[in-house]
């Protein structure tokens, strides 16, 4: 889970808006490479959505109680989290926004 203070999400902005980077499309891209002996290299970069990415939006009413929603394994014991918890493990961008009104997932996949 990434954590900002409100500080440190001021600077993200103003770093993203000082590249020309489109602020509202903007997004943290997350990529898993296999890594040799040493194991898996992860991967983070500030960016926004391109040509031929597949983005899936969906809004519901519901809340989100837990931070870390999706972000670690399921236990086998738990009756639900499996869908958010796919969707993490197999999109190259998950946003995830929670409001008073809902919460707002989107899926981004790169095609290319």
């Known amino acids: 889970m990434i954590t900002l203070t409100d500080k440190g999400a001021e600077k993200v902005h103003e770093f993203l808006a000082s590249q020309g980077t489109e602020v509202e499309t903007a997004g ?6 296999g890594g040799g002996c040493s194991g898996f290299q992860y991967a983070l970069a500030f960016d926004q959505e391109r040509d031929g990415d597949v983005v899936c939006e969906v809004t519901d009413g519901g809340r989100l109680d837990d931070p870390l929603a999706g972000r670690r394994t399921p236990a086998p014991s738990e009756p639900g989290g499996r869908g958010l918890w796919l969707m993490n493990q197999l999109c190259d961008l998950v946003e995830l926004r929670a409001t008073a009104a809902g919460v707002t997932l989107r899926l981004h996949m790169a095609l290319a």
């Open 28 to 33: 943290l891209r997350v990529g898993v490479r």
